[in-house]
């Protein structure tokens, strides 16, 4: 079974960085499409950003397009998410989920995925 474990998430400034980090055991993390999600209180889960097993293709949220860069490491079994321009609003917990395939737009679904880790919480503040 395929386990996801967040770290890396804290306060920063408006303006600042973070590096989230999903750490994947269980499979081969290029076998799998990664997705970030992040769920701020009151609102829905938003899908953030994935990165495809076998393609490597990588989506983006406009949100956070040009703002936040995901990577992975197979050696490392990790996926990450560089977070840079922070800002109040980017305030959430921040998950990593797991699919063996998602076709086309529904990576931004949580609905697509079947694995989760159990979240890092980010906040935005100065």
């Known amino acids: 079974q395929l386990q996801l474990v967040e770290s890396g998430g804290g306060l920063v400034q408006p303006g600042g960085s973070l590096r989230l980090s999903c750490a994947v055991s269980?499979?081969?993390?290029?076998?799998?499409?990664i997705g970030w999600f992040r769920q701020a209180p009151g609102k829905e889960r938003e899908g953030v950003s994935c990165?495809?097993?076998?393609?490597?293709?990588?989506n983006y949220a406009d949100s956070v397009k040009g703002r936040f860069t995901i990577s992975r490491d197979n050696a490392k079994s990790t996926v990450y998410l560089q977070m840079n321009s922070l800002k109040p609003e980017d305030t959430a917990v921040y998950y990593c989920?797991?699919?063996?395939?998602?076709?086309?737009?529904?990576?931004?679904?949580?609905?697509?995925?079947?694995?989760w880790g159990q979240g890092t919480q980010v906040t935005v503040s100065s």
């Open positions: 989920a797991g699919s063996l395939s998602i076709g086309g737009s529904s990576w931004s679904k949580s609905s697509s995925y079947t694995y």
């Open positions: 269980g499979f081969t993390v290029n076998h799998y499409t």
């Open positions: 990165i495809s097993g076998s393609s490597g293709r990588i």
